[in-house]
């Protein structure tokens, strides 16, 4: 199956209530990915310009989605960002897919 990587920043709000009441929210995430047919795959928290990291396992682009659409309709967030990963076995595929294949760049003629 595909892995995402979503990057996430709490809002201040969020920060206040988990600091009024700590939790392991990777416990919660699985049971949530679960739903949408994926898998956690590991939840990192960071200091910079995200907060953390949920390395997510979906079936699809659609259940990926779900994904990210859910968690940002809660509002508790202030920025999420959503990759998909290439394991180095689809890189390779990717770059077959893309060798003889010639991109006219804008304004040049062909």
Do not use: H
């Not at 959503?82 to 804008?106: C, K, N, Q």
Request: glycine content about 8%; hydrophobic content about 45%; some cysteine.
């Amino acid at each position: 199956m595909p892995l995402y990587l979503t990057q996430f920043a709490y809002t201040a709000e969020t920060w206040a209530a988990l600091t009024r009441n700590p939790e392991d929210r990777s416990t919660y995430l699985e049971g949530f990915c679960a739903e949408l047919g994926c898998r956690l795959v590991g939840m990192y928290y960071a200091f910079g310009e995200y907060d953390g990291f949920v390395i997510l396992e979906a079936p699809d682009e659609m259940a990926a989605s779900a994904f990210a659409v859910a968690v940002a309709a809660s509002g508790s967030l202030k920025a999420l960002r959503t990759t998909t990963l290439l394991t180095p076995a689809r890189l390779v595929e990717t770059l077959r897919r893309a060798d003889g294949v010639i991109f006219r760049p804008a304004g040049r003629s062909a």
